[in-house]
């Protein structure tokens, strides 16, 4: 009994102190400005007025940040795959000279603070090297810097790993090259792996602030993030949270959507065999 109470009493605990950061931002839209100021608050609105978010929708422009923030997304996923699933297979299947130490500086980069190389980064969107292009308020300075990521590459090579080599080795005595057998052979049996990247990917874009920030000033060109933030002093604070709680929608409905693949995809190649 002392078992199932302290248990019951964690979970409980857990489970409100994740969910009700959510209902107080849900209800907190609901509420005048005065009921967000008094003290101490109420738990609940005194009246629900769902007008407010229309008011937010159109004062705030939330079409335009919703739309550029669904662009960079996108175009983060596509470049991170593209990058990754190659560099992971290479590394997995290729076999290059030097390739465990190319992972070990990949998997080094995930050691080092995201604050250090941010000037870096920002220098090298400025003046790229060799071309010379400055790539500030183009979609490009959000797209490349998301295809390189360690992280995800860790991930798509542990899963490759765990695919037989004797599969890969039937389709070279078919004649088929190593581009053949990663799109017909590897792709199709790293779905669950390939969903958990893209997934990360393409949340993490939607919530990055302060790369989007630096990269993208002009205020067509922000992100949903940037964008409420530099319009936050001109409204009032109900408006605000109901401007945070649509941009927040997208990235809550995909992980619970796809909370199961998620879940899957990080185990699948734990094991081998």
């Not at 209800?27 to 008094?38: D, I, K, V």
Request: with cysteine; net charge negative; glycine share 6%.
């Amino acid at each position: 009994m002392i078992y199932w109470v302290v248990l019951v009493a964690v979970v409980v605990s857990f489970t409100a102190a994740f969910v009700f950061p959510l209902y107080w931002m849900v209800t907190g839209a609901l509420r005048s400005p005065e009921e967000l100021a008094q003290m101490p608050p109420g738990f609940f609105p005194e009246s629900l007025d769902f007008e407010v978010y229309a008011e937010a929708w159109d004062q705030l422009n939330l079409a335009q940040f919703l739309g550029n923030t669904l662009l960079y997304a996108s175009g983060a996923l596509l470049f991170t795959l593209a990058v990754d699933v190659t560099a992971a297979y290479a590394l997995s299947k290729l076999r290059p000279v030097l390739g465990k130490l190319v992972l070990g500086m990949m998997l080094a980069t995930l050691m080092i603070p995201p604050m250090v190389i941010l000037l870096p980064a920002y220098l090298t969107v400025k003046d790229l090297p060799i071309f010379g292009w400055d790539l500030l308020n183009t979609p490009w300075a959000i797209w490349l810097p998301a295809a390189a990521n360690g992280f995800n590459v860790f991930l798509l090579k542990r899963f490759f790993d765990s695919i037989p080599r004797e599969l890969l080795e039937a389709a070279q005595i078919d004649g088929a090259s190593p581009v053949r057998i990663l799109w017909s052979i590897v792709l199709p049996v790293s779905r669950p792996i390939i969903g958990v990247v893209s997934i990360l990917s393409v949340v993490t874009c939607w919530k990055d602030f302060v790369w989007p920030l630096l990269v993208l000033p002009d205020s067509e060109n922000m992100s949903i993030s940037v964008g409420i933030a530099s319009l936050s002093a001109q409204m009032p604070q109900n408006v605000l949270i109901a401007a945070l709680v649509i941009a927040s929608l997208p990235a809550i409905i995909v992980f619970f959507v796809f909370q199961r693949s998620i879940m899957a995809g990080l185990t699948a190649g734990s094991l081998k065999g």
